[in-house]
């Protein structure tokens, strides 16, 4: 899915889906990083994915939290 295509998904969902899709994202996170420090992940470059993705979770929180 493109950037644009998932904020856009992003900013149909409400805060409480939003908070939820949050805590996924930062649990696959905390795999991800497990998995690297046990040289299991092929694909590091995943990590900065889910990064931004949680990075874009929290702007459209924020957004809709002061709107």
């Avoid at 805060?15 to 998995?35: C, M, P, S, V, W």
């Avoid at 040289?39 to 459209?60: D, H, S, Y």
């Amino acid at each position: 899915m493109k950037t644009k295509d998932y904020v856009k998904d992003l900013k149909t969902k409400s805060i409480e889906e939003l908070t939820g899709d949050l805590e996924a994202a930062k649990k696959e996170l905390f795999n991800l990083k497990f998995q690297n420090a046990t040289n299991q992940l092929e694909n590091t470059g995943r990590i900065t994915m889910v990064r931004k993705n949680i990075a874009r979770i929290q702007t459209v929180i924020t957004e809709k939290k002061n709107a």
